[in-house]
């Protein structure tokens, strides 16, 4: 795996300069040894990327701006996976390998054959986790946006949510697998059984 990417605030980027601290300054001077002078690729969230060097390492990590480009590695179709609750802890592995292959968003829903029920609590703790790991994906991946895992919505929200949406794609259930032309579809075809999983593209 190469080098892992970094993402700031562009409100941290003064004259040229950006200051890393907290969990990014631990990975760079603890696991990366990382020295001054090394470079770096850092990211905006917003898909630009930074060529940066370290200028100091005393307090946080200091980088120099050498030059900046558009991140080439987001796909230009942006997708938005939504996945009914999985048992136990699968829904982690599948937000960090929906992350590496390119999704731009992860919309978790609760349907009637759901076994995972969370109440408000529970699924704004797991929601906060969730992006952790796609942040922490989006890095390994070297992504030019950290996707978003919005909050816990019931199947007719999300379908509502769909219809902003282009092209809906059901894969697995009952269904089997199509495309359906418009995300009004979906909600005559899944009826709110909800599929393994749906798949809509934004271009």
Same mark, same amino acid.
């Given at each position: &795996?190469?080098?892992?990417?970094?993402?700031?605030?562009?409100?941290? &980027?003064?004259?040229?300069?950006?200051?890393?601290?907290?969990?990014?300054?631990?990975?760079?001077?603890?696991?990366?040894?990382?020295?001054?002078?090394?470079?770096?690729?850092?990211?905006?969230?917003?898909? &630009?990327?930074?060529?940066?060097?370290?200028?100091?390492?005393?307090?946080?990590?200091?980088?120099?701006?050498?030059?900046?480009?558009?991140?080439?590695?987001?796909?230009?179709?942006?997708?938005?996976?939504?996945?009914?609750?999985?048992?136990?802890?699968?829904?982690?592995?599948?937000?960090?390998?929906?992350?590496?292959?390119?999704?731009?968003?992860?919309?978790?829903?609760?349907?009637?054959?759901?076994?995972?029920?969370?109440?408000?609590?529970?699924?704004?703790?797991?929601?906060?986790?969730?992006?952790?790991?796609?942040?922490?994906?989006?890095?390994?991946?070297?992504?030019?946006?950290?996707?978003?895992?919005?909050?816990? &919505?019931?199947?007719?929200?999300?379908?509502?949510?769909?219809?902003?949406?282009?092209?809906?794609?059901?894969?697995?259930?009952?269904?089997?697998?199509?495309?359906?032309?418009?995300?009004?579809?979906?909600?005559?075809?899944?009826?709110?059984?909800?599929?393994?999983?749906?798949?809509?593209?934004?271009?």
């Amino acid at each position: &795996m190469g080098m892992p990417k970094f993402f700031f605030d562009k409100i941290d &980027m003064t004259q040229g300069q950006i200051c890393l601290h907290g969990e990014d300054e631990k990975h760079i001077k603890t696991v990366l040894r990382a020295k001054e002078g090394e470079e770096l690729t850092l990211c905006d969230g917003e898909g &630009m990327d930074y060529q940066c060097r370290i200028s100091s390492l005393a307090d946080g990590v200091q980088l120099e701006v050498l030059s900046q480009a558009p991140c080439e590695t987001e796909p230009k179709t942006k997708i938005t996976l939504y996945q009914g609750l999985p048992k136990a802890d699968k829904m982690e592995l599948i937000i960090q390998k929906a992350v590496e292959l390119g999704v731009y968003e992860v919309i978790p829903v609760e349907t009637k054959r759901t076994v995972v029920k969370l109440d408000a609590k529970k699924a704004e703790k797991k929601v906060s986790r969730w992006n952790e790991i796609a942040k922490s994906a989006a890095k390994q991946s070297g992504r030019g946006i950290v996707p978003q895992v919005t909050r816990v &919505m019931r199947y007719a929200e999300a379908a509502e949510y769909a219809k902003e949406l282009d092209t809906v794609i059901v894969s697995g259930g009952r269904l089997g697998s199509q495309i359906l032309l418009s995300p009004d579809d979906l909600v005559k075809a899944v009826d709110g059984e909800m599929a393994d999983i749906v798949f809509c593209e934004n271009k």
